[in-house]
Every structure is written in structure tokens, then in C-alpha cells.
């Protein structure tokens, strides 16, 4: 996300849409709290925004106006006794207004994988793929801003765990999108592997060998060598599709 602050997930400006919902509820009873917060964060984007291309004129309302007290509620969460948040998002674009190449990206159902790597850092990828060879390599496309980055860059190697319809949470928190009290490796099981910790639930992960990195649109291509696979009983994929997870029909 730093220093570009853009979404690592969608790569919108931060707080995207996505990164908004979860902050309301996160912060659904503070809202005072919010604002200090997100001041904070808008004082350290400005410095880094205005290093590389100059102040922006929006930030304010950007990291703000958003947030600002409207009528004693905060947005669409009703703080009613059993109330619930609203299932439409109050943040996105008009579809007439997205960009043509974010909606077909969009529209091709991709794998939700997590690749750790030591330290532990870890990171929610969609653009995880698989290509048989001598040797097998793996290629995704990554956040080059992430913890994870720095953490696999260090250490040469990393793990990629396919995700399934359980791990719908893991796979939010670690793209950012869900709190996460006392670190992202917290809750949850994990099993420690050479290449970083993977869940103890999942189906299966691949230990990689990092080969080289470049940059590609808004991310980081990197392209690795897959060392060491390990499968265990078959699992349904989590997939990722039109901004929401899916799962495949029985």
C-alpha cells in the first residue's frame, strides 16, 4: 500500500470501498476514534504522496469527508440493538464509470491463495498460477508495498496455500480488509514450514524458490520455482469473482 496508497486488493486510492466497510465496523462504536485514525494515516500519506508526486489537492476528503458525522449516525451502520450492516456498499462507482479493464478483470474467476513467507509475513493473492515445467514455476502478481514483499525478497523463498470456502476471514485479513488484534498470524492454527507458516486447515501448499520480480501495471510480477508440494485430502477452491468470494457449486 505505502508509499503509492493505493488498495493492494483492488488498487484504488486508500480507503477504498472495500477498506471503508471494514473499517465502519471495526470502528462501529468510535467513530471519534475513526477520525484520529484516519488522520494519522492522512498526515503520513501526504508526506510520502507529496515526495513522488506532489501534494494531492483531495486527501482530505479522501482519508475524511468520508467519515465525518452525519446526522449522529455513522454512514449505513445502525446501532440498534441486533441491527446489522447493510449489504450495498454506500462507496461503489456507478458500473457505468468503471474502468472497462477493472471490470473485465472482474469478470475472470481467480484461485484466493495466501503466500507467507519467514518472519512471518504473509498476503492475500488472486493472481496465483501454476506452470508445469523442468523446473514447475509459479508466477502472481503482488502488492510490491507489502510486508510480504519485503519478508520473501529477504529470505529468497516463500509458501503458497490455496484457499477454501472456511478461510474466507484469513483471506480478508490478510488483504488488509479485516482487523486483525495482535497480528495476522495470531488466530488461526499454522504449521511452520521452511518457506513460511501455513494454515493447519488447509488442503495443501507449495514451497517456492523466488527467481526474479519485476514491476507490471500496478504490481509486482514475481516469478518463482516451485520446490516442494504438499497435498492433502481434496479441497474445494475459495474462488474470487466480481469483488466477492465464491464457491463452487456440488
Known sequence: MRPLWRCRGCGAPWPCQSARLALLVEYRHDRVGLLIYLGALMTEAAAQLTR???????????????????????????????AEIHSTDPFAVPSGQRSPVRR???????????????????????????????PDRLLGLIDPESDFWAAAEEAGQFAVTPLGPPHRQLADRFAGLFPSPGG?????????????????NAGGWAGCRLDTAREYGWGLLVEATIEAVDLAEEASPLLHYRGRYHELQS
Open 52 to 82: 513522488l508526486h506532489g501534494r494531492p489537492a483531495d486527501l482530505h476528503e479522501r482519508f475524511l469527508g468520508w467519515a465525518r458525522d452525519r446526522g449522529g449516525t455513522m454512514f449505513h451502520v445502525n446501532h440498534e440493538p441486533g
Open 104 to 134: 473485465l478483470r472482474g469478470r475472470l474467476a481467480a484461485p484466493v491463495t495466501l503466500w507467507t513467507a519467514p518472519g512471518p509475513a504473509g498476503l492475500t493473492v488472486s493472481s496465483t498460477l501454476v506452470a508445469e515445467g523442468e
Open 184 to 200: 495476522l498470524f495470531a488466530a488461526d492454527a499454522w504449521i511452520e514450514t521452511p518457506y513460511g507458516p501455513v494454515p493447519a
